[in-house]
């Protein structure tokens, strides 16, 4: 059984930055496409990055491209997410997803495991 442990969110001033992260225990990410996605308040769930170590391959959506950095700590089997020059539009609950396959997708319904979540605020 995967578990997620996630952590890093907190409220921040426009323009700072954040580190979240993404603790996988006992899974090898050799072995796992990790992404992260986010749900702001009365907005769908959207898909921001994704990483598989194995295939040395990340992927972003548009909006977050060069702000945001998805990496990975192979000797922690911890992925980070990166969040720089933060805006208010940034806020929501930040979600890590796994599944036990090596190629990414941005699709929430292509993930079995979840994070609890953590919340970025960005408000002045």
């Known amino acids: 059984q995967v578990h997620i442990v996630e952590s890093g969110g907190a409220l921040v001033l426009p323009g700072a930055s954040l580190r979240l992260s993404c603790a996988i225990p006992g899974f090898s990410l050799d072995t796992l496409a990790v992404a992260w996605f986010r749900q702001a308040p009365g907005k769908e769930r959207e898909g921001l990055a994704c990483i598989s170590v194995p295939r040395g391959a990340e992927y972003y959506v548009d909006s977050v491209k060069g702000r945001f950095t998805i990496f990975s700590d192979q000797f922690e089997d911890t992925v980070y997410l990166r969040l720089n020059s933060l805006k208010p539009e940034d806020t929501a609950v930040y979600y890590c997803?796994?599944?036990?396959?090596?190629?990414?997708?941005?699709?929430?319904?292509?993930?079995?495991?979840w994070g609890q979540g953590t919340q970025v605020t960005v408000s002045s």
């Open positions: 997803a796994t599944d036990q396959r090596t190629w990414c997708s941005d699709r929430e319904n292509q993930y079995t495991y």
